[in-house]
């Protein structure tokens, strides 16, 4: 596999009709694309990029929070060549200017109230509330390969002028199909999305998860409630997590333990379960493991030492996968799967 554009056509050939992403639109309610869906949206936006004679290996800033649309237009790009400079949606104007210099980019993909905020734009609009769609003509569309590049993910410039690393199609397309077979993603699996796209492990996973057929949820608030309900209604089996969210995790569950006023018995139990085997940890924590909807197998990570990580979900008898560790929630067993 060469490229993200040859991914994503593996993919929809093979899970046309399966869900791929899906993101909460109102307090109940969620959207949600199908492989073929996804497809279509991104040759959508290419066609309007072809219009707009956008030429193979120039540059688009996406300054956007992660959603559905941020993978249509990233993958829309590329199919016209196109190179993405993600931006962290919380970067400030000042470092958007620098970056914009430094790779001349043509268009600024973000929202359009986060681009009336700025006061001098560094580049035209396009909107991503609104993404705009026209015909693809297909022939007309240049043969991307392995070394051209798909991305230019910048630093974030506190200690001096940004540095771009530069990511090819190849780059990305290894790196997503090797976490496949190390992190065993299959086609049941579900994500549930809370890292920003702008970090390049985040869009590796989920072009993990085209390339295996899975699904991916993305969070729009990081509310432990929120989160935990996003898990059990939507049957979310893994994740991609920073210790700062793991965090969010244990202390929405030690708050429901201090609301039944249950702290006693929660110590108790975790004085047993060091004792005890894993695969028998979570029969103490029933609760717990409903809580993340009775489906979850497994976080990902990286940068968080595996003891660290042992100390916060060990007990539990959940699992997770970091830098990228790998544990899982039934076997007990931390697994490093890539640097």
């Not at 734009?121 to 070394?147: Q, R, Y």
């Not at 996973?205 to 509310?223: M, P």
């Not at 049957?235 to 569950?253: D, E, K, T, Y």
């Not at 979900?313 to 996968?321: C, E, I, M, R, V």
Request: glycine content about 6%.
């Amino acid at each position: 596999m060469e490229t993200i554009n040859e991914l994503l056509y593996t993919a929809v050939e093979r899970y046309k009709h399966r869900p791929v992403l899906l993101e909460p639109v109102e307090e109940s309610s969620m959207s949600s694309l199908t492989y073929g869906g996804l497809l279509e949206r991104a040759q959508g936006f290419a066609g309007y990029l072809q219009a707009e004679k956008v030429e193979r290996g120039e540059r688009m800033l996406l300054w956007s929070a992660s959603r559905i649309d941020w993978m249509v237009a990233f993958l829309g790009a590329l199919l016209v060549g196109a190179v993405i400079v993600p931006l962290d949606v919380n970067s400030k104007e000042d470092f958007l200017s620098r970056v914009k210099q430094t790779t001349e980019a043509k268009y600024l993909i973000t929202t359009q109230k986060q681009y009336s905020g700025l006061k001098q734009p560094p580049a035209p609009l396009i909107a991503i509330d609104a993404l705009p769609s026209g015909g693809l003509d297909t022939a007309k569309l240049p043969a991307v390969n392995g070394s051209d590049l798909a991305e230019l993910v910048f630093t974030s410039g506190t200690t001096g002028q940004p540095k771009g690393v530069m990511l090819s199609h190849r780059n990305l397309a290894f790196d997503a199909t090797a976490a496949v077979s190390v992190v065993n993603l299959v086609k049941e699996d579900r994500a549930l999305s809370i890292l920003p796209l702008s970090h390049s492990f985040e869009l590796t996973i989920e072009l993990a998860i085209f390339h295996s057929g899975a699904s991916n949820v993305y969070a729009r608030s990081l509310s432990p409630d929120i989160l935990l309900h996003l898990l059990a209604s939507q049957g979310v089996s893994c994740m991609v997590i920073v210790p700062q969210a793991l965090q969010l995790f244990l202390n929405g569950i030690e708050r429901q333990v201090r609301l039944l006023k249950k702290e006693q018995q929660w110590e108790t139990l975790h004085r047993i379960a060091v004792h005890l085997p894993f695969r028998l940890r979570p029969l103490l924590f029933q609760q717990v493991h409903k809580r993340f909807g009775g489906h979850f197998h497994f976080f990902e990570w990286r940068s968080l030492p595996a003891a660290e990580a042992a100390r916060a979900l060990g007990n539990y008898g959940l699992q997770s996968d970091a830098g990228i560790w790998c544990y899982r929630v039934r076997s007990g067993c931390f697994r490093y799967t890539l640097s």
